[in-house]
């Protein structure tokens, strides 16, 4: 597969397609977004952030900002492919290949530095999920109280559906979730993925909405959904750096914080501290996690901005009626 037309297995009309540009703007505002809300979020155990660039050499907050922002036209494609289209071979593989382009070209801007590549898969499925979701049925005019907790759900099963066909033009190679996989049996972000993100919808998500609901402030809200994926996700990222112990003792720190009442106490707050100098002391990252966190905020804004959204009356708007 040399080439795509983004609309080339799409079934939409073509009047349909100024909407579906419309769509796929907004949702890859919507990850970039999300990226960069993840690496500005501080401080973080081990990973880059504002203060400083955790077990990184190689990576600083600009840099990842750079990086989010070279994704924007990637997660666009995705997301025109996906409107209209089925969750099947065909776009399983059309999105792998816009994919592996942006990655190209995420590595170009970063001079070879991997900064995002665990992020295009989990938001680039996610994206092309949700794209999918929107144009299957009118689900802008849905009930929104029962919205929230059916929409993330539904688009997350989209995404696993897709992620679970087969990428037959994949290359060869030997990434570091393959080798973890090899060693210590951890399925890594493909196995996250094909189970339709189960750490995004059952533990990040609910823990960011709950943190919020006791009237914690967003920083420290999105700080303990972190630590809550950290606590029980076998990051492949901090296998690789550090084996099946650096992993249990990173996941039992996490939940010590958690236990303490999280980053809004004082307590919590310090030992999320010792937590981030003990992680990059021993040069771990859970860069696993970050990603999830990531995909976390990406559904979480789509809860949010999808009850504000609706093509038909803001096109109407801006093009005075004229479909």
Known sequence: ?????????SSIPSHRKAEADYY???LGELAVTALKDEASLT?????????HNGSHQDMNIELMYNSAESLRSTFI???QSSYGNSANQSLREQLAWIGRQGEQHMLEVTKGVNTH???IWALGLLTGATSLWIAESDHLSADVSSLDTISATQIADIAGTIARYTDRYAPNSGSHGTHVKHQYGAGGAKDEAERGFPHVIDIGLPALQQARHHGIAECSARLDSLLSIIAVLPDTCILYRGGKQALVQTQERASAILAQGGTSTNKGWQALLAFDQWMVKHHFSPGGSADLLAATLYIDSILTGITHMSYT???????????
């Open 1 to 9: 597969m040399s080439t795509v037309d983004i609309y080339s297995s």
């Open 24 to 26: 796929a703007r907004w």
């Open 43 to 51: 401080p973080k155990p081990g990973l880059v952030d504002l203060h």
């Open 77 to 79: 494609q995705i997301a």
């Open 117 to 119: 590549r665990g992020a």
């Open 313 to 323: 009356e803001s096109f109407s708007k801006t093009t005075g009626g004229r479909m």
